[in-house]
């Protein structure tokens, strides 16, 4: 009879080892499950983290590529008239600048000559510098004209 005890006492160890095991079992499949859950929780979260940022990174270039495309818009419609408007600008700028070094060259080259230049009531006066110029009668081909004749000093 002592041989059945020890037989009994091993069913009772193997027993409470299977029980263990089991209770091991279901408490790495729970841990598992919550691994798991949390995993998926985690890439889910993550996954709506990406796709927002990519979204909005989206939207803040496409604005921004618009704003460009508008900008770009208006100044392709806008530059023509603006490099017309220079160049007019600057051809008129080039007559004006012309027209009154012209002006300034005649008053120089008379007042060389000795010659003054008055402007009254729409009638244009030359007078003669006694010192630099003399008013004398010539003769051009046979006809009596009237002449200046600058003095050299």
Same mark, same amino acid.
């Given at each position: ?18 029980? !263990?095991?089991?209770?091991? &079992?279901? =408490?790495?499949?729970?841990? +598992? /499950?919550?691994? #798991?859950?949390? %995993? ?50 600057? !051809?008129?700028?080039?007559? &004006?600048? =012309?027209?009154?070094?012209? +002006? /300034?060259?005649? #008053?120089?080259? %008379? ?43």
């Amino acid at each position: 009879m002592n041989a059945g005890k020890p037989i009994r006492l091993s069913e009772k160890l193997n027993e409470e080892l299977d029980v !263990i095991r089991q209770e091991h &079992v279901v =408490s790495t499949a729970s841990q +598992l /499950q919550s691994f #798991r859950t949390d %995993l998926k929780a985690i890439a889910s979260a993550a996954q709506r983290t990406i796709e927002s940022d990519m979204q909005q990174f989206l939207n803040e270039n496409r604005s921004l590529f618009e704003t460009r495309n508008k900008q770009i818009r208006r100044w392709l419609t806008i530059s023509p008239y603006v490099i017309s408007g220079l160049i007019v600008t600057g !051809i008129a700028s080039m007559m &004006v600048a =012309s027209y009154f070094w012209a +002006l /300034q060259m005649k #008053r120089s080259e %008379l007042a060389d000559l000795g010659l003054t230049r008055i402007e009254r009531r729409g009638q244009i006066w030359l007078t003669l510098d006694p010192a630099r110029a003399e008013l004398r009668t010539c003769t051009v081909d046979g006809h009596s004209v009237y002449c200046i004749e600058i003095l050299e000093e």
